[in-house]
């Protein structure tokens, strides 16, 4: 199982990513985990994302695909499949992950695109309670501008390639679950 989860903050990736990866046993690769651990460890490289990540802001296209290209092949390789949250997030990122399947012989069946009115997201990502640096409701405003300028579009370029599937990200916790896997489980017939 090869899954894109495209989605803006709040919707669901990393809840909805964790299930997806129990149920098909794939390993749930968050590009934001990544770099979170990363900037936690105060690597160097972890100190140049840190004010990304704080101001709510997008990690050049270069950093993000040296950090999490191998991780994707690998686990399309060894692992059977993957389920991708927060990676690709542009277009570049799109592109740039489409020949990476290329060379690998690989691409992704499926793109689960998640999606919920802004007052519900907001209301999420206020609630959470994991002290995360970017859940202050103005860099989460502004995590949404950003969701809207530069990944919004590739729904547009998922839903071309015949692979989007668009679920309704408003509803419960295990609705949503079982709306995914439905989609999901008919790819295996
Ligand atoms: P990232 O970690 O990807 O954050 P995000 O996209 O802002 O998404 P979130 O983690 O906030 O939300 P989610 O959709 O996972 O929702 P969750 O399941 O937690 O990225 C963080 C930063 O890293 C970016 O701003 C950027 O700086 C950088 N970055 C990452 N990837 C990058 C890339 N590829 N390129 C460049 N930069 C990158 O749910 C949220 C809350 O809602 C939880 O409390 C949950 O319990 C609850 N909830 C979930 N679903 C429901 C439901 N159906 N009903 C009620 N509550 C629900």
Known sequence: MRVIMLAPPGAGKGTQGERISARYQVPHISSGEILREETARQTPLGK??????????????????????????AAAREDGGYVLDGFPRTLEQAEAAAEIGREAHTSAQAVVYLDAPADVLIGRLMGRGENRADDSEAVARHRLEVYTDHTQPLVDYYAARGILVKIDAASPVDVVSQEIFSALDRLKD
């Open 48 to 73: 140049q994302l840190s004010g990304y990540l704080d101001r709510g802001d997008l990690v050049p296209d270069d950093l993000v695909l040296s950090i999490i290209k191998d991780r994707v092949i």
